[in-house]
């Protein structure tokens, strides 16, 4: 079991972070914040998705002032995402955000920081102090470490000047070494939750393995809180990868968890379009890949061969270890029948069902 480390929590909309809370997975809009109905669509496909809080870009007066429209359509927490100008924080707080990322990296005046925390301590809304490497490292002749660490700490310690302690914090690179550095060292100085992130992770393929690398290192150690995966392209694939992600750590509870051979010259069945039509018909019936909210965690093995195939389907839930064009199925770690290996989806499909 991962001994996660003990912080405050806080509380965005109706999302507990921190604390021993789940740990959430977020995303953001790739839209035009100003322009509500698409920024409102994509809202509600993430959310579809399993996405528990997402933060939309307020470049401007407008976009800030579109969070009041955008807010009554959804179902998840929405942060407001400000840099440079703190009065689009201010705007976006009045227009109803959930919570406030603010970057120290790009809003350096004191008294406007101090007005931003203000506006949010009456609400009763937290802020992220958000770091991103390529804004801090410039600021300071440090570590990217170092400097997104002592960046973090200048605001925290005028925040807590401020008795304002609903803070998460998260420090993001694009090197993975860094990112996890700049997280340890955090984790030991304060005990605020920590967003976890790697930015500009670039395209899906790639991004997904930088975020599993950095973000696995952290939570096995019990550190984090909330996360994104920033990926360029679609935001769901960010969310499917940050469940994923969780579920490898063993974060995840319930759900359907599908383990599989990599096959081998033994496979004498089409393993991979067996598993690939099973992921994608449990997806259809499902909030998201291998979830089903409420019930208990299944594991489901459709392994190729008779080498490890029955060892794996007995350890399993259900699974099916194949022969030749056929397998015999196995449920609760016994050997129920023998299947034609056009029936192996429709035969785990139905077993799902029942459990």
């Given amino acids: 079991?991962?001994?996660?480390?003990?912080t405050r929590q806080i509380t965005v909309g109706d999302v507990k972070i921190g604390n021993g809370a789940p740990i959430s997975v977020q995303s953001m809009t790739k839209t035009d914040?100003?322009?509500?109905?698409?920024?409102?669509?994509?809202?509600?496909?993430l959310e579809r998705a399993g996405c528990e809080i997402v933060r939309v870009a307020v470049k401007d007066a407008d976009a800030a002032k579109a969070i009041a429209g955008i807010k009554p359509k959804i179902n998840i927490p929405l942060v407001a995402d400000i840099h440079f100008d703190y009065r689009l924080a201010l705007l976006a707080i009045q227009s109803g955000a959930d919570k406030i990322r603010i970057n120290p990296g790009n809003m350096t005046h004191r008294n406007e920081v101090e007005a931003v925390a203000q506006a949010a301590k009456a609400r009763h809304i937290p802020i992220r102090i958000g770091l991103n490497s390529g804004s801090v490292i410039k600021q300071h002749k440090k570590s990217v470490a170092d400097a997104m660490v002592s960046s973090a700490m200048e605001y925290i310690r005028l925040f807590e000047k401020m008795k304002f302690r609903d803070i998460v914090v998260s420090l993001k690179a694009?090197?993975?070494?860094?990112?996890?550095?700049?997280?340890?060292?955090?984790?030991?100085?304060?005990?605020?939750?920590?967003?976890?992130?790697?930015?500009?992770?670039?395209?899906?393929?790639?991004?997904?393995?930088?975020?599993?690398?950095?973000?696995?290192?952290?939570?096995?150690?019990?550190i984090g809180d909330t996360l994104r995966v920033s990926l360029t392209g679609d935001p769901i694939l960010e969310v499917l990868a940050a469940k994923q992600i969780l579920r490898a750590a063993g974060l995840v509870t319930g759900g359907v968890e599908v383990?599989?051979?990599?096959?081998?010259?033994?496979?004498?069945?089409?393993?991979?379009?067996?598993?690939?039509?099973?992921?994608?018909?449990?997806?259809?019936?499902?909030?998201?890949?291998?979830?089903?909210?409420?019930?208990?965690?299944?594991?489901?093995?459709?392994?190729?061969?008779?080498?490890?195939?029955?060892?794996?389907?007995?350890?399993?839930?259900?699974?099916?270890?194949?022969?030749?064009?056929?397998?015999?199925?196995?449920?609760?770690g016994k050997p129920i029948k023998k299947i034609a290996e056009k029936d192996f989806v429709k035969v785990l499909l139905e077993e799902i069902k029942k459990l």
Avoid: W
């Fill in 259 to 332: 383990i599989s051979c990599p096959t081998c010259g033994r496979c004498q069945v089409d393993l991979v379009k067996i598993v690939e039509e099973l992921s994608e018909k449990i997806s259809k019936v499902t909030s998201h890949p291998f979830a089903r909210a409420g019930k208990p965690q299944v594991k489901i093995a459709v392994m190729g061969c008779e080498v490890n195939g029955p060892g794996e389907a007995r350890d399993a839930d259900i699974g099916i270890a194949a022969g030749k064009n056929s397998g015999m199925l196995f449920k609760n």
């Fill in 33 to 45: 914040t100003r322009d509500i109905v698409k920024t409102v669509v994509q809202i509600k496909d």
């Fill in 174 to 222: 694009s090197d993975v070494q860094a990112t996890v550095e700049a997280y340890r060292r955090i984790a030991k100085k304060r005990d605020y939750p920590l967003h976890l992130g790697v930015t500009a992770a670039g395209l899906a393929d790639f991004g997904r393995i930088k975020s599993a690398v950095a973000f696995g290192a952290l939570l096995l150690e019990g």
């Fill in 1 to 6: 079991m991962i001994k996660r480390r003990k």
